[in-house]
């Protein structure tokens, strides 16, 4: 066989080869069966003709703006081809597990400019518009965005499988005022349960910041603790701000709508509103809204992981940490917590939810007598950042 380079190579055989591919379409791992291979052991790479695949197995070519991408399609099958030292190399099952592993390390790091592709993930699948405006405006700290993955990141496809849209409802009231005046409260039920046995979550919003707040439940009757302790908390956090909750607003649910949280209502001065009987969602449209993100960006993250449905709490609490560090259109492009809070969070440690991560295995937790034992141990990154003093996993 004559090379591009004028030399020649001895072709041992010809025969079929099995290819493991990244499906785009179906988001799979698939395979597809080459004929006519030829076996050329000298060869120092495996090479695939862009002029058989169109001629032969009639793909179809397409580029990105940058020429750094290149794709293959036909009915039912996209490949992916990302430019490597001036050769395409297909986008291989490695390739997706590593793009979505990521290690973390106790040693600080300089800080770099990372895909637009990996913050869309890091956001936990918010619009990559919104990232990237929120890079540009500096709502944020530690969002370095590079030029790559903008493509790939505008057609990611969990947000396909998870995200739907649907008109909105015309406001009837007027919104609060000042921080914590008004509360809307809401449970959800997934019916599946998570790993610690919860099957629904209670989610608060406060109505003038939109900042948001979730809590695991295992009984729906438990949401009234959650909420004392909420209420609680807040006021005596921020007792020198002279913040208090003045209402808390609910649909007609029983979980609310009982003499335990009347109680506490009236011994905190908090008047409790609820809706008309049988409303439609948008009487309690922040908080309903609120749920029609948080349980799409929820299958997205889980789609994206392949890991079990179990671990859907997990991953409710990181949606709702990204979403309070996400920008929002209702605030000119700030995010809920500078918007409550009044200074821009960080976001310079926020990863990949349920990556593979490393971690450093303390001596104690180790066998004094085994010296070579590892000290590196394996887990998948599930972090709620909100000191940043630890990691769970």
Not at 94 to 121: G, M
Not at 162 to 191: F, I, W
Not at 362 to 367: D, I, V
Request: with cysteine.
């Amino acid at each position: 066989m004559l090379c591009a380079n004028g030399g020649t190579v001895s072709i041992n055989q010809v025969g079929s080869v099995e290819l493991r591919i990244v499906n785009e379409v179906t988001g799979r791992q698939e395979t597809r069966i080459l004929s006519d291979v030829y076996y050329v052991p000298d060869a120092p790479t495996n090479l695939l003709s862009q002029d058989y695949m169109q001629t032969e197995l009639n793909y179809f070519v397409k580029m990105s703006a940058d020429q750094s991408v290149c794709f293959l399609t036909k009915k039912g099958t996209r490949l992916k081809l990302v430019k490597v030292n001036r050769l395409y190399r297909i986008w291989s099952v490695r390739d997706q597990v590593r793009e979505q592993a990521v290690v973390y390390s106790a040693i600080v790091t300089p800080k770099k400019s990372v895909p637009l592709a990996v913050w869309h993930k890091r956001f936990a699948h918010a619009r990559a518009t919104t990232i990237v405006d929120m890079g540009k405006q500096k709502v944020v700290r530690g969002l370095q965005i590079s030029t790559s993955g903008a493509e790939a990141a505008s057609t990611c496809l969990p947000c396909m499988h998870g995200k739907k849209v649907r008109m909105t409802y015309p406001e009837r009231r007027q919104h609060a005022q000042r921080p914590l005046q008004r509360l809307q409260v809401d449970v959800c039920s997934v019916n599946e349960p998570a790993l610690d046995g919860c099957t629904s979550f209670l989610l608060v919003v406060d109505e003038f910041s939109r900042y948001k707040w979730l809590f695991l439940l295992r009984q729906k009757s438990e949401a009234k603790n959650h909420i004392a302790a909420l209420v609680n908390r807040l006021h005596v956090k921020y007792r020198e701000r002279n913040w208090r909750v003045e209402e808390i607003h609910s649909d007609q649910g029983g979980e609310f709508d009982n003499n335990d949280i009347l109680d506490f209502c009236a011994e905190e001065g908090i008047e409790l509103t609820t809706t008309n009987a049988y409303p439609p969602p948008q009487e309690n449209g922040i908080v309903e809204r609120a749920n029609g993100i948080v349980l799409p960006k929820i299958r997205a993250l889980l789609h994206m992981t392949n890991l079990p449905d179990l671990l859907w709490g997990e991953a409710a609490l990181h949606v709702v940490y990204t979403l309070n560090v996400t920008a929002t259109r209702v605030f000119d492009g700030l995010t809920p917590h500078e918007k409550l809070l009044g200074d821009s969070p960080d976001v310079s440690c926020l990863r990949t939810w349920g990556s593979l991560c490393y971690y450093h295995i303390a001596s104690g937790a180790r066998s004094m007598k085994k010296k070579l034992s590892s000290r590196m141990g394996t887990a998948i990154w599930w972090v709620i950042p909100q000191r940043l003093m630890a990691i769970r996993f």
